[in-house]
């Protein structure tokens, strides 16, 4: 089992629709979790950071965080074109120099 | 957000020569740079990583003897691949962390280093 799974899709949907983006982990020592946005052939950008157990928005993103099950997703609402990319998860266990664990990637494609 | 740059952004060379990316943290000091390697329609997959002023830590699998890093100071690391061959064409990714805070292991990532090897 990998220490991060995560669907690559493709998943397509229409514009103004709620997307829900997840992934599954198996290290329970994970604590930081994060959802990271790459356009083809950019590097990744940072989209949402938490720390542990919770929720945390901003704008039309909300990422929510279940250690209990070892799950965590990302929402998208009112989903623009603009928000076609690949949006890839990373986690790991320690503070600033850790390395990060990523997940494949979904692609996200939202039709006009 | 801390902004990260690499250079060059693409590059075409011949099998057996060496190529060197850097990665420049432009705002804040990276106490640690991770290197990262991305076939098309795969995640990343970490190669290294390096801290400042000490020799790098190679993920399993990695040649440290084809992949040299280095890490000079805290705002430069560079990568250099060396008797590149057609299997090493990729996107390579670097990406700082600055050690500040209990909460504090965002990393920020460069554009990418589209390498091609003929």
């Known amino acids: 089992q990998k220490e991060v799974e995560q669907d690559p899709g493709p998943l397509s949907v229409p514009e103004g629709a709620i997307v829900s983006l997840n992934c599954t982990y198996s290290?329970?020592?994970?604590?930081?979790f994060m959802w990271y946005r790459q356009y083809s052939r950019k590097g990744p950008e940072l989209l949402m950071y938490?720390?542990?157990?919770g929720n945390k928005e901003d704008g039309r993103f909300t990422a929510q965080v279940d250690k209990s099950s070892k799950y965590i997703s990302l929402f998208i609402r009112d989903s623009q074109p603009s928000d076609s990319a690949t949006y890839l998860c990373?986690?790991?266990?320690?503070?600033?120099?850790?390395?990060?664990?990523f997940g494949k990637g979904t692609t996200l494609s939202v039709s006009s | 957000g801390a902004v990260v740059s690499q250079h060059p952004s693409w590059v075409i060379c011949k099998s057996g020569t060496s190529v060197k990316i850097e990665c420049r943290s432009l705002?804040?000091?990276?106490?640690?740079m991770f290197w990262y390697r991305q076939f098309p329609k795969q995640s990343l997959m970490l190669m290294a990583t390096?801290?400042?002023?000490?020799?790098?830590?190679?993920e399993q699998g990695v040649e440290k003897d084809k992949f040299l890093i280095n890490h000079a100071s805290l705002t430069l690391s560079t990568l250099t691949v060396t008797s590149a061959h057609p299997e090493d064409s990729s996107f390579y990714i670097c990406?700082?962390?600055?050690?500040?805070?209990?909460?504090?292991?965002?990393?920020?990532f460069g554009p990418g280093t589209r390498l091609t090897v003929l």
């Open positions: 705002d804040f000091q990276a106490t640690t």
């Open positions: 290290n329970s020592a994970f604590q930081y």
């Open positions: 390096s801290n400042e002023g000490s020799k790098a830590t190679y």
């Open positions: 938490t720390y542990s157990s």
């Open positions: 990373a986690m790991s266990a320690g503070q600033a120099g850790t390395a990060l664990i």
């Open positions: 990406s700082a962390s600055e050690a500040s805070g209990i909460e504090s292991n965002e990393q920020f």
